[in-house]
C-alpha cells in the first residue's frame, strides 16, 4: 500500500512539472516583441548606421580644430646639383635633411564648417529617431503577425470543437437509425457535415501552420523551435474610451520617430541647401609653420654640425589666404539648386508623412471603437446562435427537425464564433498601437 501510494505520488510530481514546464514555454505577445528586436537584423544594422553617424559628428567637431603637421625629409644627391650655401651648381655627392611643422585654420568659409557640425548632429538624430522606428516597425510586425496566429489557433480549435459535436450527432443518428427513429437520408446528410467539418479543420489547421511560421519569420527565430502562443490574447474584454484624435495627434506629431524623422530629414537638407550656399563666398585661412634643414657635402669635413644648422637654418612664417570662387563652369550654382530642391521636396514629404499619420490615428481610433461595439453585439449573437443550435439540436434529435437545419444553425454558430473572435483580435491590435500613437512603449510586459 506505501509503494502504491509513492509511485502515485511520484507521477503526480512528474506530471504538475511537466504541466509547469509547458506553461512556462508559452509565449505571449511580449515575450516574442522582445525576442524580435533582439534578433532583428533590420535593428543591427540600423545600429551600425548610428554609429556611423557619431562618427561623422565627431569628424565635424574636429573640423574647428587648426590642421597641423609635420614632415622630415632626408635626400641623397650626386652628380649636378646646388649648393646650398653657395646657391652655385656643383658636382659632388651631398646629403639634405629638413624639418618642418605646419598648421592651418579658416578663419571664414562661407558658414560651411558651422553648417555641417549642425548637419552632423541633425544626422546623429535622425540615427536615433531611425533606430526607434525601426524598433517601433519590427515590433508592430510581430504584433500583428501573433494576433493573426491567435487569431488562426483560436479558429482551429473552433473547427475542432464543431467536428467532436458532429461526429457525437453522427453516432447518435446512426443508433437512432438502427432503432427506427431516424432515416438514412438524416444519417448521410449527418455524415456530410462531419466530412465537411474534417475538412475545415484540416484546412485550418494548414492556416495555423502558415501563420506560426510567419510569426516566426519575423520574429527571426528558428524554423525548428518550436513555439507555443499564448491564446488568452483573445479573452480581453473592451473597454471605454473617451480620447481625441486632435490631442494624440499633437503629441504623435512631436514625439513620434516617423514624425520626428520627417521633420529632421527637413532640417537636413536646409543645412545642405546653407553649405551649398557658404560654396559662393570667399574663404579665408590663416597658415604658420616652422621649417629648419641640415646640409653636409660628403666629400668634405668642413660642414657645420647638426645643432648648429638645426638651430642657424630655421624659418618661421605667418600667412593668411583669401581665396575668392569666380568661375567653376557652374558647378556651385548647379549644387544649390540641386539642394534647394532637394529641401521643398523634403518638405513636400513631411506634409505627406504628417497627413498620413494624422489619417491613421484617426481611423486607429475609429475601428477601436467600432470593433468595441461590434464585439459587445456579437458576444450577444454567439449566445443567441448556441441557444438557437442547442434548442435545434433536441428538437432533431426529437425527430421535429432535419439534419439540413441542423447543419445551418452549426455553422450560423461557427461563423458567429470566428467573427467575435476576429473582431476581438483587431480590438487588441488598434488598442495597442492608439497606446503607441499616445507616447506609451509597444511592449507592455502585461500577461
Same mark, same amino acid.
Given at each position: 500500500?506505501?509503494?502504491?501510494?509513492?509511485?502515485?505520488?511520484?507521477?503526480?510530481?512528474?506530471?504538475?512539472?511537466?504541466?509547469?514546464?509547458?506553461?512556462?514555454?508559452?509565449?505571449?505577445?511580449?515575450?516574442?516583441?522582445?525576442?524580435?528586436?533582439?534578433?532583428?537584423?533590420?535593428?543591427?544594422?540600423?545600429?551600425?548606421?548610428?554609429?556611423?553617424?557619431?562618427?561623422?559628428?565627431?569628424?565635424?567637431?574636429?573640423?574647428?580644430?587648426?590642421?597641423?603637421?609635420?614632415?622630415?625629409?632626408?635626400?641623397?644627391?650626386?652628380?649636378?646639383?646646388?649648393?646650398?650655401?653657395?646657391?652655385?651648381?656643383?658636382?659632388?655627392?651631398?646629403?639634405?635633411?629638413?624639418?618642418?611643422?605646419?598648421?592651418?585654420?579658416?578663419?571664414?568659409?562661407?558658414?560651411?564648417?558651422?553648417?555641417?557640425?549642425?548637419?552632423?548632429?541633425?544626422?546623429?538624430?535622425?540615427?536615433?529617431?531611425?533606430?526607434?522606428?525601426?524598433?517601433?516597425?519590427?515590433?508592430?510586425?510581430?504584433?500583428?503577425?501573433?494576433?493573426?496566429?491567435?487569431?488562426?489557433?483560436?479558429?482551429?480549435?473552433?473547427?475542432?470543437?464543431?467536428?467532436?459535436?458532429?461526429?457525437?450527432?453522427?453516432?447518435?443518428?446512426?443508433?437512432?437509425?438502427?432503432?427506427?427513429?431516424?432515416?438514412?437520408?438524416?444519417?448521410?446528410?449527418?455524415?456530410?457535415?462531419?466530412?465537411?467539418?474534417?475538412?475545415?479543420?484540416?484546412?485550418?489547421?494548414?492556416?495555423? =501552420?502558415?501563420?506560426? #511560421?510567419? !510569426?516566426?519569420?519575423?520574429?527571426?527565430?528558428?524554423?525548428?523551435?518550436? %513555439? @507555443?502562443? *499564448? &491564446?488568452?490574447?483573445?479573452?480581453?474584454?473592451?473597454?471605454?474610451?473617451?480620447?481625441?484624435?486632435?490631442?494624440?495627434?499633437?503629441?504623435?506629431?512631436?514625439?513620434?520617430?516617423?514624425?520626428?524623422?520627417?521633420?529632421?530629414?527637413?532640417?537636413?537638407?536646409?543645412?545642405?541647401?546653407?553649405?551649398?550656399?557658404?560654396? =559662393?563666398?570667399?574663404? #579665408?585661412? !590663416?597658415?604658420?609653420?616652422?621649417?629648419?634643414?641640415?646640409?653636409?657635402? %660628403? @666629400?668634405? *669635413? &668642413?660642414?657645420?654640425?647638426?645643432?648648429?644648422?638645426?638651430?642657424?637654418?630655421?624659418?618661421?612664417?605667418?600667412?593668411?589666404?583669401?581665396?575668392?570662387?569666380?568661375?567653376?563652369?557652374?558647378?556651385?550654382?548647379?549644387?544649390?539648386?540641386?539642394?534647394?530642391?532637394?529641401?521643398?521636396?523634403?518638405?513636400?514629404?513631411?506634409?505627406?508623412?504628417?497627413?498620413? !499619420?494624422?489619417?491613421?490615428?484617426?481611423?486607429?481610433?475609429?475601428?477601436?471603437?467600432?470593433?468595441?461595439?461590434?464585439?459587445?453585439?456579437?458576444?450577444?449573437?454567439?449566445?443567441?446562435?448556441?441557444?438557437?443550435?442547442?434548442?435545434?439540436?433536441?428538437?432533431?434529435?426529437?425527430?421535429?427537425?432535419?439534419?439540413?437545419?441542423?447543419?445551418?444553425?452549426?455553422?450560423?454558430?461557427?461563423?458567429?464564433?470566428?467573427?467575435?473572435?476576429?473582431?476581438?483580435?483587431?480590438?487588441?491590435?488598434?488598442?495597442?498601437?492608439?497606446?503607441?500613437?499616445?507616447?506609451?512603449?509597444?511592449?507592455?510586459?502585461?500577461?
Amino acid at each position: 500500500m506505501k509503494r502504491l501510494l509513492t509511485i502515485t505520488l511520484f507521477v503526480e510530481t512528474i506530471a504538475l512539472a511537466a504541466s509547469t514546464q509547458e506553461q512556462s514555454s508559452i509565449w505571449t505577445m511580449d515575450d516574442c516583441m522582445k525576442y524580435a528586436l533582439e534578433h532583428s537584423t533590420t535593428v543591427k544594422k540600423q545600429k551600425y548606421t548610428l554609429s556611423t553617424a557619431e562618427a561623422n559628428l565627431q569628424t565635424a567637431t574636429a573640423a574647428f580644430l587648426p590642421t597641423l603637421s609635420a614632415t622630415i625629409d632626408g635626400q641623397y644627391n650626386w652628380g649636378r646639383s646646388i649648393d646650398p650655401e653657395t646657391n652655385t651648381y656643383n658636382n659632388v655627392t651631398t646629403f639634405n635633411n629638413s624639418y618642418g611643422i605646419y598648421a592651418s585654420i579658416y578663419l571664414f568659409d562661407g558658414g560651411q564648417t558651422i553648417n555641417q557640425w549642425k548637419q552632423a548632429k541633425v544626422n546623429r538624430q535622425m540615427g536615433m529617431s531611425d533606430l526607434q522606428k525601426a524598433k517601433d516597425d519590427k515590433v508592430i510586425e510581430v504584433m500583428q503577425t501573433y494576433v493573426d496566429a491567435v487569431y488562426c489557433k483560436g479558429c482551429l480549435n473552433y473547427c475542432s470543437d464543431k467536428l467532436q459535436e458532429s461526429q457525437k450527432t453522427l453516432y447518435k443518428t446512426q443508433r437512432q437509425e438502427e432503432l427506427g427513429i431516424k432515416g438514412k437520408p438524416d444519417v448521410a446528410q449527418i455524415k456530410a457535415q462531419v466530412a465537411q467539418d474534417n475538412y475545415n479543420l484540416t484546412h485550418q489547421q494548414n492556416l495555423y =501552420l502558415a501563420a506560426l #511560421l510567419k !510569426l516566426k519569420s519575423s520574429m527571426n527565430l528558428p524554423l525548428t523551435d518550436s %513555439l @507555443s502562443i *499564448d &491564446t488568452l490574447l483573445q479573452n480581453r474584454t473592451p473597454e471605454s474610451h473617451f480620447e481625441n484624435a486632435a490631442d494624440i495627434y499633437a503629441y504623435a506629431s512631436v514625439y513620434n520617430p516617423t514624425a520626428r524623422s520627417a521633420a529632421l530629414n527637413v532640417k537636413n537638407y536646409q543645412l545642405q541647401y546653407s553649405i551649398s550656399k557658404g560654396k =559662393l563666398l570667399p574663404t #579665408l585661412s !590663416l597658415s604658420a609653420g616652422v621649417a629648419t634643414d641640415y646640409y653636409r657635402n %660628403l @666629400s668634405s *669635413d &668642413t660642414t657645420p654640425s647638426f645643432n648648429s644648422q638645426f638651430k642657424n637654418n630655421r624659418g618661421e612664417y605667418v600667412s593668411a589666404t583669401l581665396s575668392i570662387p569666380l568661375f567653376d563652369n557652374l558647378k556651385r550654382i548647379n549644387d544649390m539648386r540641386k539642394a534647394r530642391n532637394n529641401m521643398r521636396s523634403a518638405i513636400v514629404e513631411k506634409e505627406e508623412t504628417m497627413r498620413k !499619420l494624422h489619417d491613421d490615428i484617426e481611423q486607429a481610433i475609429m475601428d477601436r471603437d467600432g470593433y468595441a461595439k461590434e464585439i459587445t453585439q456579437m458576444a450577444e449573437k454567439v449566445d443567441a446562435d448556441t441557444w438557437a443550435y442547442h434548442v435545434t439540436l433536441r428538437k432533431f434529435e426529437e425527430g421535429m427537425m432535419n439534419a439540413i437545419d441542423l447543419q445551418t444553425n452549426a455553422n450560423t454558430l461557427l461563423q458567429s464564433r470566428v467573427t467575435l473572435l476576429q473582431k476581438q483580435m483587431l480590438y487588441v491590435l488598434k488598442d495597442r498601437l492608439i497606446g503607441y500613437y499616445k507616447g506609451n512603449t509597444l511592449i507592455t510586459d502585461n500577461k
